[in-house]
């Protein structure tokens, strides 16, 4: 073997000590795959590796004792109230959900070390139980009689794969749908022309690892802002999430997708005389209506026009009512990572819409109200006089 190939082999094995140092960290209190504690015994006694030699006399950790066959022996014999209960949809949806995961190149895993991968259905049980609950990794992973790396990778795992279905699941109206939800809301309110509600969310989070203060929002907590459309049925039809919960509202839409979008072609967004409903910490354009400033001196006419946009904006709140009675995780998400906190809520959303298209009934997540808004300072917006001129409309022809 010549000089280069062994500096060659020197460096990779430098690399798979460190990679292996790393491994070893994260399943500090789990039982350590065989495969990395022989690598870490061999690779401590080269030299040229010092940070591994404090691992040389490293024992092998005993079994970790875990609660086994429940997904095999207990989940079989519930009953379908049960199952609902813990795991938040029924059989048929999780059947269905299950059909889709199976298509996803995130859930084609091998076995890795000698043992089995671990079944899709049981990822997805498992996630759904996480979101479904307010239980921490470790209490998953026994649980479910898994290390709390597999319980972790298995989550990520199912969220990536069902962010894949969003842009089919959390879909902007079109075509027929486009009348369709145009008349559920004109059956509420007699508003005629609103394709949606929109709002901003607070996810109540961790203190993030990279600045903090940033995600405190006005309640001095920390959280990130969950910005969503949905239709009278509850459905989310647009979603954008991440943004600190120190920013306004107004801040997260004039960067969303969706004011980008429908800023380059309105008409495809929102034909004809088409708009969505916000409150006032939106700015009214001929696609958004906002409501009237009440400075005391409201028209009746005006305050009858709020009460009617206020009436048919409540859809939003809902939605976001049961997201969070339903995944019970997003009243407090105890990630660190912002990006997997972004997964996480977007794959809640997903779910949400999922449960909805399938009859899931709603009612029993809905008693469960999420906490009250986080307000917003008064923002005072640049007149559109075409909105104003089209709100104007709007109030006379439902006076």
């Known amino acids: 073997m010549d000089r280069a190939d062994e500096v060659r082999r020197r460096r990779i094995r430098i690399i798979v000590g460190l990679v292996a140092t790393v491994v070893a960290s994260l399943l500090q209190g789990d039982d350590m795959p065989d495969s990395i504690y022989d690598e870490i015994c061999v690779l401590s006694q080269d030299p040229g590796i010092p940070e591994l030699r404090r691992l040389r006399g490293l024992q092998r950790r005993a079994s970790v004792p875990r609660q086994m066959n429940y997904f095999e022996a207990v989940v079989p014999m519930q009953s379908d109230l049960d199952f609902r209960r813990h795991f938040r949809l029924q059989r048929a949806t999780v059947d269905i959900v299950c059909g889709k995961l199976a298509q996803s190149v995130h859930m084609a895993v091998e076995s890795i070390g000698g043992r089995a991968p671990v079944p899709i259905r049981k990822q997805l049980l498992i996630t759904l139980w996480w979101l479904g609950s307010k239980s921490t990794m470790r209490e998953l992973a026994d649980k479910w009689g898994i290390s709390r790396s597999t319980a972790w990778v298995s989550v990520r795992r199912v969220c990536f794969a069902l962010q894949d279905m969003a842009p089919l699941l959390i879909c902007w109206p079109k075509g027929t749908s486009i009348d369709q939800v145009q008349a559920e809301f ?25 600045a903090p203060d940033t995600y405190l929002n006005r309640k001095r907590f920390h959280s990130v802002v969950l910005q969503a459309v949905c239709d009278r049925n509850l459905m989310f039809t647009d979603v954008y ?7 306004h509202d107004a801040r997260v839409f ?3 997708p969706l004011k980008q979008l429908a800023t380059a072609d309105v008409d ?20 958004v209506m906002t ?8 028209t009746a006419a005006q305050t009858n026009y709020n009460y009617k946009h206020s009436s ?32 996480i809520v977007l794959t809640a959303c997903v779910l949400h819409n999922m449960a909805i298209m399938h009859e899931d009934d709603v009612n029993d997540f809905l008693n469960d109200l ?3 808004d986080v307000p917003n300072p008064t923002l005072h917006f640049q007149p559109n006089i075409g909105a104003v001129h089209k709100r104007d409309r709007i109030v006379d022809l439902i006076a």
Not at 190 to 210: L, Q
Request: charged letters at 20%; a negative charge; proline letters at 7%.
């Open 291 to 298: 409501p009237f400033r009440d400075d005391g001196h409201l």
């Open 254 to 256: 004039d960067n969303s």
């Open 370 to 372: 999420p906490e009250g």
């Open 186 to 210: 004109h059956a509420a309110q007699h508003i005629h022309g609103v394709m949606g509600a929109i709002d901003g969310c607070h996810i109540p989070i961790k203190a993030p690892k990279e």
């Open 312 to 343: 048919t904006r409540m859809c939003i709140e809902r939605a976001f009512a049961l997201l969070k009675g339903r995944w019970r995780q997003l009243k407090y998400l105890n990630v660190t990572n912002v990006e997997n906190m972004t997964h």
């Open 268 to 287: 495809q967004f929102f034909p004809g005389e088409s708009f969505i409903v916000g409150d006032s910490a939106y700015p009214l354009l001929s696609w």
């Open 241 to 247: 999430c991440g943004w600190p919960g120190s920013v």
